[in-house]
């Protein structure tokens, strides 16, 4: 267990539509990474906040947004949903160098 | 973007030793090396990191070449445990790159 929780774990919607994915990360780490998991990408890098603010961004589509709270908690937005945004989402937090990721978003987009 | 070149698959008898080579032949200077391992319906797990000298820990030693252009992740006494895709990522300010992956393959 890695100390970092993703909620929903399973999340099945349609084209067009809008979720929100949640992330905690381990007990007094600052950083929260979002990274997407799919069969012909790998693993992408999507967006780094660190204390709130953003401070590097990836691969991440203009549909696509996310923030971290007062309390360090993170949600990514996924909107106007395709096809080809079927994929596992993690989130990942770290102190310093070393990442702890989730378990894990499966989004299935139909 | 800083890439890293990983053979798709390996294979290792079990407590035998393992050699998961990588190379990074466009790192830069303030590039980290790191490695992490994926294990089926799990989120990656750190490994090993390091910047230019070998380096190890209770899992595993990183050997990094002196030209810092490849490195080899190194599991002394590999178990079934070990069966995973092991990542390769070059870290430059905390922007994760993973390349596509080794799958390890451990027999018993």
């Known amino acids: 267990d890695s100390g970092v929780t993703q909620t929903p774990k399973h999340l099945i919607t349609a084209t067009g539509q809008r979720v929100t994915l949640r992330c905690s990360p381990r007990?007094?780490?600052?950083?929260v990474y979002w990274y997407q998991q799919s069969l012909d990408q790998g693993l992408q890098f999507l967006i780094h906040?660190?204390?709130?603010?953003?401070?590097a961004k990836g691969n991440i589509l203009e549909r696509f947004s996310a923030q971290q709270f007062p309390d360090l908690h993170s949600e990514l937005n996924l909107s106007s949903l395709e096809l080809g945004d079927s994929a596992l989402y993690f989130c990942?937090?770290?102190?310093?160098?070393?990442?702890?990721f989730g378990p894990g978003t499966r989004l299935l987009v139909l | 973007d800083a890439k890293t070149t990983q053979p798709n698959s390996m294979e290792s008898n079990e407590e035998e030793p393992v050699h998961l080579p990588c190379n990074h032949s466009?790192?830069?200077?303030?590039?980290?090396i790191h490695w992490y391992r994926q294990l089926p319906s799990q989120g990656p797990e750190y490994v090993i990191h390091?910047?230019?000298s070998n380096v190890n820990n209770r899992m595993a030693s990183l050997a990094i070449a002196e030209d810092r252009k490849s490195s080899t992740l190194i599991l002394h006494r590999a178990t079934l445990r070990d069966a995973a895709v092991y990542y390769c990522?070059?870290?430059?300010?905390?922007?994760?790159?993973f390349g596509s992956g080794t799958k390890l393959n451990v027999k018993p």
């Open positions: 906040y660190y204390n709130g603010e953003e401070r």
């Open positions: 466009t790192i830069s200077g303030t590039d980290y």
């Open positions: 390091g910047l230019t």
């Open positions: 990522i070059l870290a430059n300010f905390n922007k994760f790159y």
């Open positions: 990942a937090s770290s102190a310093r160098e070393t990442q702890y």
């Open positions: 007990s007094g780490d600052l950083s």
